[in-house]
């Protein structure tokens, strides 16, 4: 069964200075999806980037970027000048084929003013 | 906003009571996902629906039952409520057809239960 770690629960960052949250997997699949939600105080869910594993390069989405290492199976966020408005509840997902996400427990990220 | 849309948004009710929570997924999508987030917890996955038939099933408990109905919207039931399950309640939506499919899911807004 895939399953989905982030082993850091909390991470803090100065705000304009940039973080990195960790996220590894498993799965003996070689086609698949890798996600970042945001989960800001309002609890909406909201998808921060998108990884394809069959793209080698890694995604960017302006002010965030993944890391993908397909063969170590680990899918890292790095956030560059963070903002206030970064705070919120970081959670990493693997989807195959179009089925359900299967989320990480969540990193709580706090910016430093 | 993602386009997808649930209700209620927030309820309260006492143990052995049961609720239901309604979904309407994103316009052309044929996917339903429910999801159960409880306190500081990540998300669960309970059960997916697809143009009507259930596709995968989780950790959904018996007491629980859900149905996506002719037009696409989804309802989840929950019997005999007990404390624990008091939680956030999402529903997604996605395309989920081969080549046309991200893979990402859209959320609603949740619909926060309490049971006292």
């Known amino acids: 069964a895939q399953t989905v770690t982030q082993s850091q629960p909390e991470m803090s960052v100065q705000e304009a200075e940039t973080v990195t949250l960790s996220c590894t997997y498993d799965?003996?699949?070689?086609?698949?999806?890798l996600f970042w939600y945001k989960q800001p105080p309002s609890r909406q869910m909201i998808l921060v980037i998108r990884?394809?594993?069959?793209?080698?390069q890694n995604a960017t989405e302006n002010r965030f970027s993944v890391n993908f290492q397909k063969a170590a199976k680990s899918f890292s966020l790095k956030i560059s000048d963070s903002q206030l408005g970064d705070a919120a509840m970081y959670f990493c997902a693997y989807g195959h084929q179009g089925g359900k996400l299967i989320f990480g427990q969540g990193t709580e990220l706090s910016v430093k003013p | 906003d993602s386009g997808v849309t649930q209700t209620p948004k927030h309820l309260i009710t006492a143990t052995g009571q049961r609720v239901t929570l309604r979904c309407s997924p994103r316009?052309?999508?044929?996917?339903v996902y429910w999801y159960q987030q409880s306190l500081d917890q990540g998300l669960q996955f309970l059960i997916q629906?697809?143009?009507?038939?259930?596709?995968a099933k989780g950790n959904i408990l018996e007491r629980f039952s859900a149905q996506q109905f002719p037009d696409l919207h989804s309802e989840l039931n929950l019997s005999s409520l007990e404390l624990g399950d008091s939680a956030l309640y999402f529903c997604?939506?996605?395309?989920?057809?081969?080549?046309?499919?991200?893979?990402?899911?859209?959320f609603g807004e949740g619909s926060r239960l309490t049971v006292l």
């Open positions: 316009s052309g999508d044929l996917s």
């Open positions: 629906y697809y143009n009507g038939e259930e596709r």
């Open positions: 799965t003996s699949e070689s086609d698949y999806y």
């Open positions: 997604a939506s996605s395309v989920a057809l081969a080549g046309a499919n991200t893979g990402e899911l859209f």
């Open positions: 990884q394809e594993a069959y793209k080698q």
